[in-house]
C-alpha cells in the first residue's frame, strides 16, 4: 500500500506543478477569491480517503485542537460552516446561561446574514449598532446606547479581516455584563497586540469557505476554553446525543422511561447534523500549516494597492488603515467612494466588472435594510449613517495568495484611469 500511495503522491505533485505553471500565463479575470492550495491538501485529502475515514474521525480532532490552540484558545468544534459555527454557539451560550426568548444580542449593522439570522432563528432578539467608516468595524463607543436590561451577549464582528477594537470592546462588556462571541469567520490570524482574534471572547467562530483565508471548501469551527460550551456545541453538532465522553466506562443509560439504554442512541437536547469529515480535516490540516505565509501574501497585495491608490488619487478613495497593534489579515480589499467622487459605486463598480476585475458591496451592506430582517425581531441604535453610507459606497475586490504583483498593478491602472477620466470631465 504504501509503494502505491508514494506513487500517488509523485503524479498529484507533477499535476500541481504544471498546473501552477499554467495560470502564471496572461491575466484572465481578478476574481475575488480563488481556493490556494497544492499537492499537499490533495495527497492529505487523498490518503484519508484510502485509510477508510471518510466520515468524523481522528483528522477531525487534530484539525480542533491545532487550529484551537493556533488561535490560543484549549477546545475546538468542527462544524460543515462557519454559519454552523454561529447557530452552535448560540444555541450553546443561550443554553449554558440560561438566556430567554428575546434577550438581546448587540451585533454590528453592517455585516453578513449569518451574523444575526441564527440569533432570530435561536429565539434572540439582534440590536444593530452602526460601524466605524474607518475599520468598517462595530463603534465601541455605541455599546452602552445599545445595552438594555435584557442585554445577554455582544457580537463583534471581525470585519474583512480587520481585527475590531477588542480591548474597548472588552472593557464595555465587562461593565455591561455581556458574555462576548467573536464573529472571526473572515479573520484568520488576525492578531492586536499580537494576541490572536478569537482569543478574547467567551467563545469564537470561524469559517473555512472556498473564498476565506485557509479553506476546507465547506466547514467551520467554534473554539472555547469552557466544557460546559463545550459539551453543548459537541452534543447540539451532532443530533443531541447525550454526553458521550464517558461512554466507554459507563455505556447504558436508566431513566423512568430507558433502562440500560445505549448512550450512543440516547438524545438529551434538540440537535443537529453539522459534522466535519476526516477528508475535510486533513485538508483544513494542510491549510493551517500555510496560513501565515498566505496572509503575508494578502497583507503584501494590500500595501501594494494602498500606496498606488494614495498616491494617484488618494483624496477620492478611503483605504485601509491599520492602527497600531492590529494586523488586518485582508481577506478582501475594500474600497469606500468619498464624497467627492463624481460617480456612484454601481458605475465604478461595473467599470471595474468590465475590465475583468470582480467585485462585490459590504455583504448585506446595513441588514436592518434587508428584506428578511424588516419583518422580524430586531432593534437599531441610532439611524446608522455609517453603515449606511458603506452600504452604498463600498466596494470589495480580490486580494487572495494568488494574484501577485502584476495583477496588483492591473487593478491600479483600471481604478486610477477611471477615476482620473471622471474627475477630467
Not at 472556498?210 to 460546559?228: C, D, I, L, R
Not at 475535510?280 to 494542510?286: D, K, L, R, S, V
Not at 465604478?348 to 458591496?361: D, G, S, V
Request: glycine share 6%; hydrophobic share 35%.
Amino acid at each position: 500500500m504504501e509503494e502505491i500511495l508514494v506513487q500517488i503522491d509523485k503524479l498529484v505533485r507533477t499535476y500541481y506543478e504544471k498546473l501552477l505553471k499554467e495560470q502564471s500565463g496572461d491575466i484572465d479575470k481578478i476574481f475575488l477569491s480563488a481556493p490556494t492550495f497544492d499537492s499537499r491538501e490533495a495527497i492529505s485529502a487523498i490518503r484519508t480517503i484510502l485509510g477508510g475515514w471518510i466520515s468524523q474521525g481522528p483528522k477531525v480532532k487534530k484539525f480542533e485542537s491545532s487550529f484551537a490552540q493556533y488561535i490560543g484558545k484549549t477546545i475546538g468544534i468542527t462544524v460543515n460552516s462557519g454559519s454552523s459555527a454561529n447557530l452552535l454557539s448560540i444555541l450553546a451560550l443561550k443554553e449554558v446561561y440560561n438566556l430567554r426568548d428575546r434577550d438581546e444580542v448587540v451585533v454590528p449593522a453592517a455585516t453578513f446574514s449569518t451574523v444575526a439570522m441564527p440569533l432570530i432563528q435561536a429565539g434572540l432578539t439582534p440590536v444593530y449598532v452602526d460601524v466605524k467608516r474607518d475599520t468598517l468595524n462595530m463603534d465601541p463607543e455605541r455599546i452602552d446606547e445599545a445595552v438594555t436590561n435584557k442585554s445577554r451577549i455582544l457580537m463583534p464582528v471581525h470585519t474583512l479581516g480587520y481585527p475590531a477594537e477588542m480591548p474597548q470592546l472588552m472593557e464595555a462588556a465587562g461593565h455591561n455584563n455581556l458574555i462576548v462571541l467573536e464573529d472571526c469567520c473572515e479573520a484568520h490570524g488576525a492578531t492586536i497586540d499580537g494576541r490572536k482574534v478569537g482569543s478574547f471572547g467567551e467563545i469564537a467562530t470561524f469559517s473555512f469557505f472556498v473564498a476565506h483565508n485557509m479553506t476546507t471548501g465547506e466547514g467551520g469551527m467554534t473554539v472555547t476554553n469552557n466544557e460546559e460550551l463545550e459539551e453543548a456545541c459537541r452534543s447540539l453538532r451532532e443530533f443531541g446525543r447525550i454526553n458521550q465522553k464517558d461512554v466507554l466506562n459507563n455505556r447504558y443509560y436508566s431513566d423512568e422511561a430507558l433502562t440500560d439504554y445505549d448512550k450512543h442512541y440516547v438524545f438529551d437536547r434538540i440537535g443537529y447534523n453539522l459534522r466535519m469529515t476526516d477528508i475535510t480535516a486533513a485538508f483544513g490540516i494542510e491549510q493551517l500549516s500555510k496560513l501565515e505565509e498566505m496572509n503575508e501574501q494578502r497583507q503584501n497585495n494590500a500595501g501594494f494597492l494602498i500606496k498606488t491608490l494614495t498616491n494617484e488619487v488618494g483624496e477620492y478613495l478611503e483605504l485601509p488603515a491599520e492602527q497600531p497593534g492590529f494586523r488586518h489579515t485582508y481577506y478582501t480589499f475594500p474600497i469606500v467612494l468619498s464624497e467627492k467622487v463624481p460617480f456612484s459605486r454601481r458605475e465604478f463598480a461595473e467599470h471595474l466588472e468590465l475590465n475583468k476585475i470582480e467585485t462585490r458591496p459590504l455583504f448585506a451592506g446595513c441588514l436592518p435594510d434587508q428584506p428578511a430582517f424588516r419583518s422580524v425581531p430586531g432593534r437599531t441604535v441610532g439611524n446608522l449613517p455609517n453603515s449606511r453610507y458603506l452600504r452604498d459606497n463600498l466596494v470589495f475586490i480580490g486580494i487572495h495568495p494568488g494574484l501577485k504583483e502584476r495583477h496588483m498593478e492591473y487593478v491600479a491602472n483600471v481604478i486610477v484611469d477611471f477615476i482620473k477620466d471622471r474627475i477630467s470631465k
